[in-house]
């Protein structure tokens, strides 16, 4: 059982916007920031989004993060087929002492 | 360009011990934190360990506390996991990452060292 819960899964439509939910808790997201992460099948993990929302160099617009209380969201819009991954976010835990991620979601684009 | 390799995964029996390591370039190693991050068959990751700059902090998963020790030769630029006691349920493609997760995140990662711990 993760200390993030994430929906196992999402979908939408090729060019349709999607939303993927972190929730957690005041020792977790609450007072700490959020990452995103996406992993493609059969690759490595790769940062999209740091600090709740700024993204690295060379990730597009489209991908979007935001934070309100303990829940964070990813949002992607202009769903491509290419963006199929899983998708985990990430944060510190300061009661833990520790990084915890959330179980990941399998976005699919129909 | 940042690049991060791992290695020293392998086939190991349960009870054995190892050593990753993750040889890094194209960054200032010595400026930055630097984490392990495990993925088991099939499952989602897991957080393992990170250790700040200097390496004056070290910081671990509550299930590894104890028989995982991370560790940085800065003049090296090399991050090692120790990893002593192995179980089976530590098999695992484990991923070296430049960063902390509680900063600005997880910013490059390499390809993999898978450890498979099995009798």
């Known amino acids: 059982q993760s200390v993030l819960t994430q929906p196992p899964s999402v979908s939408a439509a090729p060019g349709q916007k999607v939303t993927i939910s972190c929730s957690g808790s005041?020792?977790?997201?609450?007072?700490?920031?959020v990452s995103w992460y996406q992993q493609l099948p059969g690759t490595a993990p790769k940062l999209l989004i740091y600090?709740?929302?700024k993204r690295p160099s060379g990730i597009p617009d489209r991908f979007s993060g935001s934070k309100s209380g303990t829940s964070a969201t990813l949002g992607i819009t202009g769903l491509q087929t290419g963006d199929e991954a899983d998708y985990y976010c990430g944060t510190w835990d300061s009661s833990l002492n520790a990084g915890v991620f959330g179980g990941g979601t399998r976005l699919t684009v129909l | 360009e940042v690049r991060v390799l791992e290695s020293g995964g392998g086939l190991v029996q349960p009870g054995g011990s190892l050593r990753l390591s993750c040889a890094a370039s194209?960054?200032?190693?010595?400026?930055?934190?630097m984490s392990w991050v495990r993925q088991a068959p099939g499952k989602g990751l897991e957080w393992v360990s990170s250790?700040?700059?200097?390496?004056?902090?070290?910081f671990y998963a509550d299930s590894e506390k104890g028989r995982f020790i991370i560790s940085r030769d800065n003049s090296k630029n090399t991050l090692y996991l120790q990893i002593n006691s192995l179980r089976a349920e530590d098999t695992a493609l484990y991923y070296c990452?430049?960063?902390?997760?509680?900063?600005?995140?997880?910013?490059?990662w390499g390809q993999g060292a898978l450890v498979t711990v099995s009798s």
């Open positions: 990452a430049v960063g902390g997760i509680s900063t600005a995140g997880l910013a490059s």
């Open positions: 005041s020792s977790n997201i609450g007072n700490n920031y």
């Open positions: 600090e709740n929302s």
């Open positions: 194209g960054f200032t190693f010595n400026t930055y934190a």
């Open positions: 250790i700040t700059d200097n390496g004056g902090s070290t």
